[in-house]
């Protein structure tokens, strides 16, 4: 059990388009859904926290019209990169939270986006 | 301020060599994850502790809340266990934010 997908897993684009990641919470309910973001042989850093049926809660530093977050059920939640340039060719990583556990988490196994 | 230090920063061992990396944190937290990230970046969620011990196949990680201290065993290594190890805490909070430790790169040599 708990068990969190993404998809894609990868995804090359040019610049100038969108891409679209989805993360799923497979076997539970997630009210709320983290997104990180990796670059290499750093840590994970996280970008918004992103609450069922509200507006997503952006980290300092993180453009919330660049990065645009929908949760829209308790098992989906997509980070659209907008407008995508070669910087923000990264490992985007998804984490939910299950619904009514204050601290149970689980990742997802990333997506590493390359932007040409 | 609320930090993971982890240490060793990296390990190599023999394949079936017991292995330990260690991870401490501040006081305070709700709940400490450990997490493999093989070489293609995948993130595995390995275990979530508030306490005590838990064990899935060769791993075990354990927990004392008095020291502020994890630590996660992998018993009979194996080259397949290479990855990074990343212990992160969560510091509770509304949010549940987690604050990640660098990481412990491990090489395990046939």
């Known amino acids: 059990g708990a068990v969190v997908s993404q998809h894609p897993s990868w995804v090359i684009c040019k610049s100038g388009t969108s891409v679209k990641i989805e993360c799923r919470s497979l076997d539970f309910q997630a009210t709320t859904m983290f997104w990180y973001r990796q670059f290499p042989k750093q840590s994970l850093m996280l970008m918004a926290t992103?609450?069922?049926?509200?507006?997503?809660?952006?980290e300092q530093g993180v453009e919330k019209d660049k990065f645009l977050i929908n949760h829209a059920s308790l098992t989906l939640s997509t980070l659209t990169v907008t407008s995508a340039h070669p910087e923000d060719s990264s490992f985007y990583i998804c984490?939910?939270?299950?619904?009514?556990?204050?601290?149970?988490?689980?990742f997802g196994p990333g997506t590493r986006l390359t932007v040409t | 301020k609320n930090e993971v230090e982890q240490s060793p920063q990296n390990l190599t061992a023999q394949e079936g060599e017991f292995i330990t990396i260690n991870c401490s944190y501040s006081v305070g937290i709700s709940a400490l994850h450990w997490l493999q990230q093989h070489p293609g970046g995948g993130i595995v969620s390995l275990f979530m502790l508030s306490s005590g011990k838990k064990k899935h196949g060769r791993l075990i990680a354990t927990i004392n809340i008095q020291e502020k201290h994890s630590s996660l065993h992998i018993t009979a290594s194996h080259p397949r266990d290479s990855a990074v190890y990343i212990c992160?805490?969560?510091?509770?909070?509304?949010?549940?934010?987690?604050?990640f430790g660098k990481g412990t790169k491990l090489s395990v040599k046939p």
């Open positions: 992160a805490a969560n510091y509770g909070g509304s949010q549940g934010n987690l604050i």
């Open positions: 992103s609450n069922e049926g509200s507006k997503a809660t952006y």
């Open positions: 984490s939910a939270r299950v619904a009514g556990a204050a601290y149970e988490q689980y």
